[in-house]
């Protein structure tokens, strides 16, 4: 496949959150999200989730607002926004 800008272009934002966290508090528990993988193409992002000791993953379809911000919607009946631009970059830290 032919590298062009776009897809160079798409990599960098790739990468920009991978691993990227992001804690939230449910009212009961709180939970910590890190980006696995964010597919622009399908519009999909997947994300490991830790709450009370235990991880697991999962898919979740990425929504544009009227503002063109990304996010996903998360909780039993899909009740909470978590908005990519709220996540931080964990492997930025200055040593």
């Not at 959150?17 to 193409?41: A, K, R």
């Not at 991880?55 to 039993?76: A, H, M, N, V, W």
């Amino acid at each position: 496949m032919k590298e062009t800008s776009a897809n160079v272009n798409q990599e960098n934002e790739v990468r920009k959150f991978y691993l990227s966290e992001f804690s939230f508090d449910d009212g009961e528990y709180e939970i910590t999200f890190n980006i696995i993988d964010v597919d622009f193409l399908r519009q999909t992002i997947t994300v490991a989730i830790t709450r009370c000791g235990k991880i697991t993953q999962d898919t979740f379809p990425l929504i544009r607002d009227s503002e063109g911000k990304l996010y996903f919607e998360f909780g039993l009946f899909y009740e909470n926004k978590i908005r990519l631009d709220d996540f931080q970059n964990i492997g930025d830290d200055d040593e």
